[in-house]
Nanobody
Framework: QLQLVESGGGLVQPGGSLRLSCAASGFTSGYYYIGWFRQAPGKEREGLSCISYIGFTNYADSAKGRFTISRDHAKNTVYLEMNSLKPEDTAVYYC???????????????????WGQGTQVTVSS
């Protein structure tokens, strides 16, 4: 059974940067897309970015230009680099996984099957 664990969240000042990590374990077979999502208090969960097995990426408008997703297969880890952080970025951030095709492209508007526990990101002065 696939397990995902997020880390790297914390308190950061506006304009600062943060790198989140999503460590995966329990892979069996197949190729996985990994997505990053967030949920702020009183708001619905929002998709931010996803990455395919071979590194194709998609970004939501809210993340485009400030956030960068990357994948390190050797470490079984996906990262989300966040720059120019704003108070409205405050949320619980989740990573999620979905089986796909080796050469396929990921999408955010689909149901992901496996989820981590989340990591809190707070942007405040």
């Amino acid at each position: 059974q696939l397990q995902l664990v997020e880390s790297g969240g914390g308190l950061v000042q506006p304009g600062g940067s943060l790198r989140l990590s999503c460590a995966a374990s329990g892979f069996t077979s197949g190729y996985y897309y990994i997505g990053w999502f967030r949920q702020a208090p009183g708001k619905e969960r929002e998709g931010l970015s996803c990455i395919s097995y071979i590194g194709f990426t998609n970004y939501a408008d809210s993340a485009k230009g400030r956030f960068t997703i990357s994948r390190d297969h050797a470490k079984n880890t996906v990262y989300l680099e966040m720059n120019s952080l704003k108070p409205e970025d405050t949320a619980v951030y989740y990573c999620a996984a979905l089986r796909g095709q080796q050469l396929g492209r990921c999408v955010l508007e689909t149901e992901y099957d496996y989820w981590g526990q989340g990591t809190q990101v707070t942007v405040s002065s």
